[in-house]
């Protein structure tokens, strides 16, 4: 984005217009036990007193119908979704600042790994959001404009009836928090059965997901009704 300011013009437009917060990694502790320990690791790593599990789903700890289906009450299961909402400081602090930013804020964007897919709301229940069509046709204009780089196709559509129905997640809870455009990246797999993703790899996934990123970004600035 930075790269093209003085050459793109729609890019241009878009900082001009628009503030971006940038969160690069949501999930430092599960994250970088990734690496280290385990590739398919999803959770936080908090400890939990009466288990020897480590880590909370932070996509299942958002306070909007919470540990409802699609989400665990046991420790030791992958979609865990905490003692209670926003246990986890990592969600706690993002919850914090949405809250607190949430009348300046258009769209909230998360990427998580791996599917191919561009989900938005509602993902605990199978119902159409308010401003379906405008939400459709950006997801719509978004997977087209990913798939103009290098072929790849992604299915898109309400989370619940996409992929799964769960509860708990960031998405639903951002867009019940009055955000009009919340979307859930679920990116293609680049390699997560080694511990070194090649260049060569992880590429043409930012290449392809930012244009989506940018498409999205246009959409707002046309002020879909």
């Not at 013009?9 to 280290?36: C, E």
């Not at 009055?178 to 290449?207: S, V």
Request: glycine share 4%; aromatic share 16%.
């Amino acid at each position: 984005a930075l790269q093209t300011y003085q050459t793109d013009p729609a890019m241009r437009k878009m900082l001009t217009q628009l503030y971006f917060y940038i969160m690069p990694v949501f999930n430092v502790d599960g994250y970088h036990f990734s690496w280290t320990n385990d590739r398919f690791w999803r959770k936080t790593r908090s400890k939990n007193e009466r288990f020897h599990c480590h880590g909370v789903d932070a996509n299942r700890n958002w306070k909007v119908k919470w540990c409802d289906e699609g989400a665990s009450f046991h420790p030791c299961d992958d979609t865990y979704c905490g003692p209670f909402p926003e246990s986890e400081p990592e969600v706690k602090a993002v919850a914090h600042f949405l809250r607190k930013h949430r009348k300046q804020i258009k769209a909230y964007l998360s990427f998580h790994a791996y599917a191919q897919m561009l989900l938005y709301p509602y993902s605990y229940k199978y119902a159409t959001i308010p401003n379906f069509n405008c939400v459709e046709s950006a997801a719509y204009n978004a997977v087209n404009a990913l798939q103009s780089a290098y072929g790849v196709r992604y299915r898109y559509g309400p989370a619940s009836s996409t992929l799964y129905v769960s509860s708990g997640s960031s998405m639903d809870w951002a867009y019940k928090n009055g955000i009009p455009y919340a979307f859930a990246f679920e990116l293609r797999d680049t390699g997560h059965f080694g511990f070194l993703l090649p260049e060569t790899l992880i590429k043409p996934t930012c290449t392809e997901t930012m244009l989506a990123v940018k498409n999205i970004t246009l959409h707002l600035l046309k002020k879909c009704h």
